[in-house]
């Protein structure tokens, strides 16, 4: 199994990226895909999650309303659109896949990306 993540990159308070993520190696429809973020000296924290077969979603509260998180099943690629970009978001953005539904937990996940630096600056 292959996560591949782009899209990072350094960005204005304000401004907006779209982060993407394919998969590859095996079937991902009973599974759920989502978007960690780490800065420098904290813990993976929660940022969205995605079930891959019905497609419902869920957000961390600091990022409802700004982020949308999406898939293209036919691509096997997950999107997060991050809009109105703050400081207290830079971060190294990771993809991962569940088995659990809609698992916020970054223990609960099987398989990761290499993660992706996504830096807001004010």
């Known amino acids: 199994v292959q996560l591949v993540e782009s899209g990072g990159g350094l960005v204005q308070a304000g401004g907006s990226l779209r982060l993407s993520c394919t998969a590859s190696g095996r079937s991902f429809s009973s599974y759920t895909m989502g978007w960690f973020h780490q800065a420098p000296g904290k813990e993976r924290d929660f940022v969205a999650t995605?079930?891959?077969?019905?497609?419902?979603?869920d957000y961390a509260d600091s990022v409802k309303g700004r982020f949308t998180i999406s898939r293209d099943n036919a691509e096997n690629t997950m999107y997060l659109q991050m809009n109105s970009l703050k400081p207290g978001d830079t971060a190294v953005y990771y993809c991962?896949?569940?088995?659990?539904?809609?698992?916020?937990?970054?223990?609960?996940?099987?398989?990761w990306g290499q993660g992706t630096q996504v830096t807001v600056s004010s």
């Open positions: 991962a896949v569940s088995r659990y539904y809609m698992s916020r937990s970054p223990n609960d996940c099987d398989y």
């Open positions: 995605i079930s891959w077969s019905d497609g419902s979603t």
